[in-house]
Nanobody, 115 residues
Framework: QVQLVESGGGLVQAGRSLRLSCAVSGSIFGIRAMGWYRQAPGKQRELVAAITSGGSTNYADSVKGRFTISRDNGKNTVDLQMNSLKPEDTAVYYC?????????WGQGTQVTVSS
């Protein structure tokens, strides 16, 4: 019933920008936090950015100053603005939602940054 659908991934040259969006739908109750994770080939999945129900944000050290997470509670979306992209940002990016009704994941969207 619950769906998280990511969009905005693609291929971009280093130094350019992309904006990812995650739309949440279905019977979800009591969202506590939403975030973006990524997994590169041969690497562990890592938290990129998160935003809590109170509006506080957390970022991985590798993306601080370059990425910005934002939310729109009315539209039930969370976005990730990615600026100054680097080849090491290449990964599958996953949307995540932590709620009182459960934890949910999107299918992932590929981001590829060429040098």
């Amino acid at each position: 019933q619950v769906q998280l659908v990511e969009s905005g991934g693609g291929l971009v040259q280093a130094g350019r920008s992309l904006r990812l969006s995650c739309a949440v739908s279905g019977s979800i109750f009591g969202i506590r936090a939403m975030g973006w994770y990524r997994q590169a080939p041969g690497k562990q999945r890592e938290l990129v950015a998160a935003i809590t129900s109170g509006g506080s944000t957390n970022y991985a050290d590798s993306v601080k100053g370059r990425f910005t997470i934002s939310r729109d509670n009315g539209k039930n979306t969370v976005d990730l603005q990615m600026n100054s992209l680097k080849p090491e940002d290449t990964a599958v990016y996953y949307c995540n939602c932590v709620a009182r009704s459960g934890d949910y994941w999107g299918q992932g969207t590929q981001v590829t940054v060429s040098s």
